[in-house]
């Protein structure tokens, strides 16, 4: 590990963690940063700023969520591991937010920084649908125009997401440029924001792109680990030994991990999707079975061939679906401070099943791979010891995906 006075004190000046992160953008695109940059800077530390937005948070989302000790997953791992092993696994209950997932909390606190810029046109990507229809939910709630920006591929496989997006008033524009998937939908939304300069805001979903977003993305999320903090103080009298979240794009697992990063006693576990397996090369493992490179405005580790082109993920998750990870979660690799595992679709249709039966909790495919890992660490931990695991999103969207894989028709 290197020696560092805090680990959350990044990113940098210019955006950089590290040697990740930064503003890799067009010349054209460059003011618009920089002013969403400052405006969020201003704004951040604004007293009336943190009061409108908990307010929503706890009156239109839910929050706080609960922490959850999950007792029958806790004793099925204790039978398992034998006489003194089996850490005590607590959930941190975000699938019980509104709309079903983490991905709220940051849709929330991008849309009252538009409205506290001026801004009146709202635009977002999406590739699974659930950052579009978090971000079409609050743009119904604020009455603000939205334009969401999808792989035509996407649109196809994700037909209910797409039907809900519409269900709320906005538009969903398909792009059928490139793989017409995630990556293709991004490029189309920085297109269109360069075009739309002074009406538009552009919410991104994870904690990825230019400089300020994965901050800012972050910040957002963060919301997670502290309410988790406090829980679990709350509930224990301590800090847990071990927390955990799965990563797609890192927004869920950066927001319960930034506020323990500097409680060294506090072991912090990214799990990434294996798809087929990373040998298999049919995943989306970046930092497990990436090399770094520049897309969507950072610098950050992605899934790319030979000649440095952009490999498009599996999983059977669509939400972890995504050919980078947040630049803040390179950093973090690279300096040893968190451990990034992965875990195969089988695993997680595994640990979904066991779930589900178990906690009377049917969580979604994106978490499940993170308890599949769990599931193992918290064999190897002392009966004494605490895990904790960020169950992010709940399982309905994925109900027919789960079927189709078990051989059930519905
Ligand atoms: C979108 C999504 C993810 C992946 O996004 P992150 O930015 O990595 O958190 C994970 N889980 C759920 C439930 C999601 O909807």
Not at 77 to 102: C, F, M
Not at 181 to 194: F, G, Q, S
Not at 362 to 380: F, G, K, N, S, Y
Request: glycine residues 10%; proline residues 4%; aromatic residues 6%.
């Amino acid at each position: 590990m290197s020696n560092v006075n805090s680990w959350r004190s990044g990113p940098d000046a210019d955006g950089r963690f590290g040697l990740f992160g930064g503003r890799f953008v067009a010349e054209t695109l460059m003011p618009l940063i920089l002013q969403l940059e400052r405006d969020y800077e201003k704004t951040k530390g604004d007293p009336s700023f943190k009061a409108e937005l908990d307010d929503f948070l706890k009156n239109y989302v839910g929050r706080p969520s609960p922490l959850y000790y999950a007792e029958r997953l806790t004793d099925h791992v204790r039978e398992k591991a034998g006489a003194t092993k089996g850490a005590k696994i607590y959930l941190k209950r975000d699938e019980l937010n509104h709309t079903g997932a983490h991905k709220i909390n940051n849709c929330m606190g991008q849309i009252l920084l538009a409205r506290r810029m001026g801004k009146t046109r709202i635009i977002a990507e999406t590739g699974a649908g659930q950052h579009g229809v978090a971000t079409a939910t609050v743009c119904a709630r604020f009455g603000m125009p939205c334009i969401i920006y999808m792989g035509a591929v996407d649109v196809e496989r994700q037909k209910p997401n797409v039907f809900r997006m519409k269900l709320l008033g906005a538009e969903v524009r398909p792009v059928t440029s490139g793989a017409t998937t995630l990556k293709d939908a991004m490029n189309e939304a920085l297109r269109d924001w360069v075009s739309n300069v002074d009406d538009t805001f552009y919410i991104i979903g994870t904690a990825a792109g230019p400089h300020p977003y994965p901050a800012m993305v972050r910040d957002f999320q963060s919301v997670i680990g502290h309410e988790a903090k406090a829980q679990m103080q709350e509930r224990e009298g301590r800090l847990p030994d071990v927390i955990m979240a799965c990563i797609g794009g890192g927004s869920n697992a950066i927001g319960l991990f930034h506020p323990f990063l500097d409680d060294k006693e506090v072991e912090i576990i990214g799990v990434e999707a294996a798809g087929h397996g990373v040998d298999s090369g049919q995943h989306a493992a970046s930092l497990t079975g990436g090399r770094p490179g520049v897309l969507h405005g950072n610098r950050t580790y992605l899934l790319q061939d030979d000649d440095g082109q952009i490999i498009d993920a599996h999983s059977i998750s669509a939400g972890l679906d995504y050919p980078g990870i947040g630049p803040e979660h390179a950093f973090l690799h690279d300096s040893g401070r968190v451990t990034y595992l992965s875990a195969t679709d089988e695993e997680a249709l595994e640990a979904f099943q066991l779930c589900s039966r178990l906690e009377g909790i049917i969580p979604a495919l994106e978490p499940a791979h993170a308890l599949a890992r769990a599931i193992d660490r918290a064999a190897e931990m002392e009966r004494d010891q605490i895990l904790l695991l960020n169950m992010c999103g709940r399982g309905d969207k994925d109900i027919f995906t789960v079927a189709d894989h078990l051989g059930v028709e519905i």
